[in-house]
């Protein structure tokens, strides 16, 4: 974290020079001191330091400065950074003016030169400042900010995308005082929101995804010509394959088009996962998984979309939506599923703007006090709706079926059971939903009565099945009629397995229709949907990568 400022300003280069070294002699431990000769250097320098989330402690500013007197410079600082303490480098002639700005300006001190000797003139006038100062200190936050109004949709893509990524950022409300102030010091008009302000200060206005992920180092040069393993997705099936692929030395790559952690990912709380009796959230195991996988040696890609696998002889080239082709000895496919859509009027018109796909925890406290539906009866709505119910002033799951008890956990099922702000509504389904520039109201219907009521939503949360995510793999990739990837001896029983596999053995269990390219974890046909499950199949593909290996 960085150290508080003191910030001098004096345009005599010697006086400058003399209080910065008393300054620094006394104070370098536990401030850093910065100082200027000139007054507009200085205001643009604090800019800078804004929007770094630095924070100063005291301005020192003599009072006579050919650019602008003290005063004014002082007035405009406080502009910036209003919690610090202000102190006016005053001439025997300048008193009049100090005086003048204690009761104008809430001048803390004026300090008259010289201050010889420091210890009794400068640091007992300092310390007590400081300490008054540090009374109401709050570390400001170290990390990206994300300036943007309050559901918007493209501010809500940039949060979802560092949060999933596990990177640290600060939601700031673009309408707030301090959003206010950022846009005016930074010369932004409000068109070009969203903003996103990096930890060293740079600015990027209505920025890509993949701009952003540059700038934060999330895409690195690939450092291998040819891997022995690609692994084309990060989920649990993704992250377990990385996991066993690097530590048994293969070369191995990593491919996510969005985020690590896949669908788990985004669960604020998985509790029936092995070894975790009080269970973990999505984003805790993503996070571990990933500090294996690197530590190993796995190199990471993301966010990079994968359109196509061509083969050349033995070697598979995977091709990156950006042009980049990767040569690789063997493929494992782990791109999981997507959240099925909702085709319902109005949702997509307010996706992102108070409607969402998934947990969508980077906006839950934006639900604080408010009123929340989830539509969904499956174990991700539960834990979304138990979480959720910590912020909303109440929270309605929206089920077709009469109760829950077909499509939940149990221990899920007792946990919402016992929370006074979650109603289930049964038998149930939206059939618009409207608002102005974010989502206000949903229309209800009752399947039994038929009666349809308008009731006033803030947010909708919407958990109703998954498709896999199939649709960039080719003709060589045999897949069922829901799109799911064949494995195994199973596709012996399509017609025109004959015409694609080559070899004299079976396919491997987790092998697909092309030699060498497997696949694992929700995304293939028959896997079962649970996140140890999952696990289990990425670090089983593995083995079979080396069975091929041995082969080539």
């Not at 293939?524 to 999952?534: F, K, N, P």
Request: glycine share 8%; hydrophobic share 40%.
């Amino acid at each position: 974290m960085s150290l508080p400022i003191i910030f001098v300003i004096d345009d005599d280069r010697q006086v400058l020079n003399a209080i910065t070294q008393d300054l620094k002699s006394y104070y370098r431990k536990s401030y850093r001191i910065l100082s200027t000769l000139s007054a507009n250097e200085a205001l643009q320098s604090l800019v800078e330091l804004k929007n770094r989330n630095d924070t100063v402690a005291i301005f020192i500013s003599d009072q006579r400065m050919p650019e602008m007197e003290g005063v004014d410079f002082l007035q405009q600082a406080m502009e910036i950074f209003p919690a610090a303490k202000r102190v006016l480098l005053t001439a025997y002639s300048d008193t009049n003016a100090a005086i003048k700005a204690i009761n104008e300006l809430r001048l803390d001190y004026y300090l008259q030169k010289p201050w010889d000797p420091p210890e009794e003139k400068l640091y007992p006038v300092i310390n007590d400042l400081l300490e008054d100062w540090q009374t109401n200190y709050r570390p400001e936050f170290q990390g990206i900010k994300v300036l943007g109004f309050p559901f918007s949709s493209d501010a809500y893509r940039i949060k979802e995308f560092l949060a999933s990524n596990l990177i640290p950022y600060h939601s700031i409300d673009a309408g707030s005082d301090e959003g206010k102030l950022l846009l005016q010091l930074n010369n932004l008009e409000p068109s070009a929101l969203p903003v996103v302000i990096l930890e060293q200060g740079e600015v990027m206005a209505s920025p890509a995804i993949i701009d952003i992920a540059a700038k934060i180092g999330l895409n690195p040069t690939l450092k291998n010509e040819i891997y022995d393993v690609v692994i084309i997705g990060a989920g649990p099936a993704g992250l377990a394959a990385s996991v066993y692929g690097a530590s048994e030395g293969l070369k191995t790559l990593l491919i996510e088009r969005h985020a690590p952690g896949g669908q788990a990912g985004t669960s604020s709380r998985i509790e029936n996962y092995l070894g975790f009796p009080s269970g973990l959230s999505g984003a805790e195991l993503t996070r571990r998984a990933i500090t294996q996988a690197t530590r190993f040696g796995t190199e990471f890609l993301s966010p990079q979309s994968v359109k196509e696998i061509k083969l050349k002889a033995d070697y598979k080239i995977v091709c990156l939506e950006n042009g980049t082709e990767i040569n690789a000895r063997a493929v494992v496919i782990t791109t999981g599923v997507d959240y099925r859509k909702l085709d319902t009027a109005g949702i997509a018109q307010f996706t992102g703007a108070g409607i969402y796909y998934g947990a969508a925890t980077t906006e839950a406290a934006s639900c604080r006090d408010r009123s929340v539906y989830i539509l969904g009866g499956g174990n991700s709505a539960g834990q979304a709706a138990v979480y959720l119910s910590k912020f909303a002033k109440e929270v309605f799951i929206l089920i077709r079926k009469e109760n829950l008890n077909a499509t939940m956990s149990s221990y899920l099922i007792d946990q919402i059971s016992k929370i006074a702000n979650i109603t289930i509504l049964n038998n149930s389904e939206i059939v618009e939903a409207s608002g102005t520039d974010r989502l206000e109201k949903l229309k209800i219907e009752n399947l039994q009565t038929h009666e349809i009521k308008e009731v006033p939503a803030d947010a909708l949360y919407i958990f109703i099945g998954a498709r896999p995510y199939t649709e960039w793999l080719g003709d060589l990739i045999i897949k069922d009629e829901k799109g799911y990837v064949q494995t195994g001896r199973e596709m012996k029983s399509f017609d025109y397995f004959g015409k694609l596999w080559k070899l004299a053995r079976d396919p491997y269990f987790l092998e697909t229709s092309c030699p060498g390219i497997f696949a694992a974890g929700d995304v293939r046909s028959g896997a079962m949907s649970r996140v140890a499950s999952a696990v289990g199949e990425g670090s089983m593909s593995i083995s079979l990568v080396h069975k091929y290996l041995a082969e080539v």
